[in-house]
């Protein structure tokens, strides 16, 4: 059983890491198998979305702050004959839930249409605007638009 266990923490890891692209190709092989359907929950929210392998639902309510803990944008390159497209990666500091203390959580997209970061995004908790689906066209907005990144593609969660 703790073999089990601990193969279940993997996948789930390598679902979380991988991005919205291979979670949903996680669960397409998961959902194939016998008896694995309990593996397997999509989340729909960009910011606080459980692994799409999670057996357990949540529904909480979207954090309406969030303070910018780091932004990055890497451009798309070619190395060693790899195309990498450009990606963009965000570290919020977001409200588990009222009252508890707040969480750290890294979000990212590849190939996002709009990148766009100034000074006033890293002055603490700020309204925090979203549009979109996780999987799909979306956005990511932070203090009346001192932070904006929106992507074609997706976005990938993770909890720090």
């Known amino acids: 059983m703790h073999r089990e266990a601990a193969f279940r923490d993997l996948i789930l890891a390598w679902a979380d890491r991988g991005g919205p692209v291979l979670a ?3 669960a397409e ?18 910011v606080r979305a459980p692994s799409p392998l ?9 954090p309406l702050r969030a303070a910018l ?21 965000l570290q919020l ?3 588990a839930e009222p009252g508890a203390p707040w969480r750290l959580r890294t979000v990212s997209c590849t190939e996002p249409r709009d990148f766009r970061v100034v ?12 549009t979109g689906k996780a999987t799909g066209p979306s956005s990511i907005g932070l203090h009346r638009g001192a932070l904006y ?6 976005w990938s969660a993770s909890v720090s």
């Open 24 to 26: 949903r190709r996680f």
């Open 29 to 46: 092989i998961l959902r194939s198998g016998p008896g694995r359907d309990d593996l397997i929950e999509a989340g729909e929210d960009p």
């Open 54 to 62: 999670t057996g357990t639902p949540r529904t909480p309510e979207p």
């Open 69 to 89: 803990v780091m932004a990055a944008w890497t451009a798309a390159r070619t190395g060693y004959r790899t195309e990498h497209p450009a990606e963009a990666q």
């Open 93 to 95: 500091a977001l409200p």
């Open 119 to 130: 000074d006033a995004a890293f002055r603490g908790p700020g309204a925090l605007a979203r």
């Open 149 to 154: 990144v929106a992507t074609e593609e997706g």
